[in-house]
Nanobody, 123 residues
Framework: EVQLVESGGGLVQAGESPRLSCAASRFTFDDYAIGWFRQAPGKEREGVSCISRRDGSKYYADSVKGRFTVSSDNAKNTVYLQMNNVKPEDTAVYYC????????????????WGQGTQVTVSS
């Protein structure tokens, strides 16, 4: 069974730089794009970033562009989301998800999801 496991969340202060990890197992990493999504209390889940192993493309939501960086470590089958200069509005549960080959803005394109990790940013 395919598994995605997020880690690295917690309570941080505004301006800090936490890093989230998404460890993938039991599938061929090269055949998938890994997306990061987040859901804040009372809000719909939104796409944050994505990286495609197939073509190396990366995408960012406007709200995080210039502050967040997505990367992958192929040897570890792990994708990272480096979050710099976090703000209270970044508070959310962050999920990673896997879609075949290429990134998509549509959640339905993602076949596998992690359980989520909470990031809380205090001001």
């Amino acid at each position: 069974e395919v598994q995605l496991v997020e880690s690295g969340g917690g309570l941080v202060q505004a301006g800090e730089s936490p890093r989230l990890s998404c460890a993938a197992s039991r599938f061929t990493f090269d055949d998938y794009a890994i997306g990061w999504f987040r859901q804040a209390p009372g809000k719909e889940r939104e796409g944050v970033s994505c990286i495609s192993r197939r073509d190396g493309s990366k995408y960012y939501a406007d709200s995080v562009k210039g502050r967040f960086t997505v990367s992958s470590d192929n040897a570890k089958n792990t994708v990272y989301l480096q979050m710099n200069n976090v703000k209270p509005e970044d508070t959310a549960v962050y999920y990673c998800a896997a879609a075949p080959l290429y990134c998509s803005r549509y959640e339905l394109a993602y076949d596998y999801w992690g359980q989520g990790t909470q990031v809380t940013v205090s001001s």
